[in-house]
């Protein structure tokens, strides 16, 4: 059982669409990360969150801590969003990093 | 300010054999945190330095080691290497140690075992 869930595993928008990932954890966390991982490898930290919500141009993150869930969420999808999207928390020993498998996002034009 | 600098980018081994792969953390950053992917997988938590201590491991055997130097920097070192230790290792610094923190990635370093 992993200790971090991401659903869906693939997903594919036409462009404009509005995208949701979900990620649910069962550990206790002190962070969660979003992650963003393009073609040959590199990642980029979207948003990091301990509570509540947080905005960056057209994606939004939530996080309910109660509840163990996530969401990251994309306006006005655009084929520049295709990518793997991650799903990492840090344990709330501050010590231990756990990630979902990732959700492949491909936006067709 | 500079991000996070890995290398080798890619690189071939043979089984048995043992491979360092290196780390420059982004400026201003105390701790590093060292990641497997492998192909069509997440990443895996391998092991975290803070001060130059190993604060933290994910399940992974002895054969990976590391380091991290007064500078920051850090490596990894696989002993023995096996075919299933093929992967994207991928190295990220962050601020400090606990709490909540933004991860600065490297672009990794993908080792191949033959």
């Known amino acids: 059982k992993n200790e971090v869930e991401q659903s869906p595993q693939n997903l594919t928008a036409q462009e404009g669409e509005f995208i949701t990932i979900n990620c649910s954890y069962s550990?206790?966390?002190?962070?969660l990360h979003w992650l963003q991982q393009h073609p040959g490898g590199g990642i980029v930290s979207l948003f990091m969150l301990s509570s509540g919500k947080k905005k960056h141009g057209r994606l939004i993150a939530t996080i309910n801590i109660q509840e163990k869930h996530s969401s990251l969420h994309i306006t006005a999808s655009h084929p520049r969003d295709s990518a793997v999207y991650i799903c990492a928390v840090l344990s709330n020993t501050g010590n231990q990093f756990y990630f979902g498998t990732g959700t492949s996002l491909t936006v067709i034009p | 300010e500079t991000g996070v600098t890995q290398s080798p980018t890619h690189l071939i081994k043979t089984r048995g054999q043992q491979v360092t792969l290196r780390c420059s953390s982004q400026?201003?950053?105390?701790?590093v945190s060292w990641y497997q992917q492998a192909l069509g997988q997440g990443p895996q938590f391998i092991f975290q330095y803070y001060r130059e201590e190993e604060n933290g491991r994910g399940n992974f055997p002895p054969r990976f080691s590391g380091l991290q130097f007064p500078n920051y920097s850090s490596e990894l070192n696989v002993n023995a290497l096996e075919l299933d230790d093929s992967a994207l290792y991928l190295c990220?610094?962050?601020?400090?140690?606990?709490?909540?923190?933004?991860?600065?990635f490297g672009a990794g370093s993908r080792l191949t075992v033959l």
């Open positions: 990220a610094s962050s601020p400090r140690w606990g709490g909540a923190n933004v991860l600065t």
């Open positions: 400026s201003g950053h105390n701790t």
């Open positions: 550990v206790g966390i002190s962070a």
